[in-house]
């Protein structure tokens, strides 16, 4: 046990005190302040779930009223792609459900008035599973793919029912490997944007040496490969209380031009657009002034 484990005790108040002083800096605090509808105009949400992946809440046309209420001109779904070696009926869709998600969005698409919904996907990234998993994705229409790195080494590392697997781990080298995947899925994954870009931290966990310089590989391998990020709001509502990706990742991508995109993770209809004031702040500081918009996996930018 290291005084790194987030867990509980003086380790936990460190972390604490470094995420206060984080946000401090930033000039955020946990509380959103909502957008106006004109600011929330120029912006999308493109990470929005539905009930088919087993904890999500809601129907999927309330997130489309939520997102029409908060007046976003465009949203889209991109539920979990049923992992095809992990049956957890509260992870993922199963396989023979992919076809119902695909004509659910279609249809909301077709009945949303006055509002563009897109049908995404996110897509986990297993190094030995590539083809097979883009296989039973075939034929399907998408307007973007986001990959995901939620294990490492078959570890769910993201799961939130298992945060006894954190034990006896060394938080440098689990950032370390996250990092390594996270590039080898950037060149290799066929995404075309990378979901909560560094989702690693997600539980509280830091690393204790500087990681700037993992920071500027991604960022390279994501400019040269041509793959956009999100800003994904929902590690707010984690033990983290920080946006994927950190400032710095950010400001990292922003110099090497890579696209940006917007994301809240919604997995209720509430969260639609959740916290994008801090994410429009953050894009301000960065110095990014435009988002990527998909269609047809074609990427438009768009000016905020
Ligand atoms: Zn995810
Ligand atoms: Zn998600």
Redo the contacts with the bound molecule.
């Keep these: 046990m290291t005084a790194k484990r987030p867990a509980a005790g003086v380790g936990h108040q460190v972390t604490r005190v470094r995420r206060g002083l984080r946000r401090r800096r930033l000039g955020w605090t946990r509380r959103a302040r909502e957008l106006t509808p004109s600011q929330f105009g120029k912006l999308v949400d493109y990470h929005i779930h539905t009930k088919l992946c087993g904890h999500a809440v809601g129907e999927p046309m309330d997130y489309v009223r939520a997102a029409v209420k908060r007046g976003l001109p465009e949203i889209g779904f991109a539920d979990?792609m049923p992992l095809l070696r992990i049956r957890d009926e509260h992870l993922t869709m199963e396989p023979d459900e992919l076809p119902r998600y695909v004509s659910l969005v279609n249809e909301l698409r077709d009945q949303a008035g006055g509002i563009t919904v897109r049908l995404g996907i996110?897509m986990d990234y297993f190094p030995d599973q590539t083809d097979e998993i883009w296989a039973a994705a075939e034929g399907i229409e998408f307007d973007y793919v986001y990959g995901?790195v939620?294990y490492i080494d078959g570890w769910g590392f993201?799961d939130s029912r298992r945060l006894s697997s954190y034990h006896g781990r060394d938080p440098d080298e689990t950032y370390e490997r996250y990092f390594e995947l996270f590039c080898k899925a950037v060149r290799e994954g066929g995404f075309d944007i990378m979901?909560?870009p560094d989702?690693v931290k997600k539980h509280g966990i830091v690393s204790s040496v500087p990681i700037d310089d993992m920071y500027e590989t991604a960022a390279r391998t994501l400019r040269d490969a041509g793959v956009a990020i999100e800003i994904n709001t929902s590690g707010l509502r984690k033990r983290t209380v920080e946006v994927y990706p950190s400032l710095p990742f950010l400001k990292a991508c922003a110099r090497h031009g890579v696209a940006v995109t917007l994301g809240s993770?919604a997995h209720a209809p509430q969260q639609v657009g959740m916290d994008f004031d801090i994410a429009l702040r953050m894009l301000e500081k960065a110095g990014i002034r435009e988002i990527a918009t998909f269609e047809r996996r074609e990427r438009t930018m768009r000016g905020i």
């Design positions: 979990h996110e995901a939620h993201g979901a909560h989702l993770d």
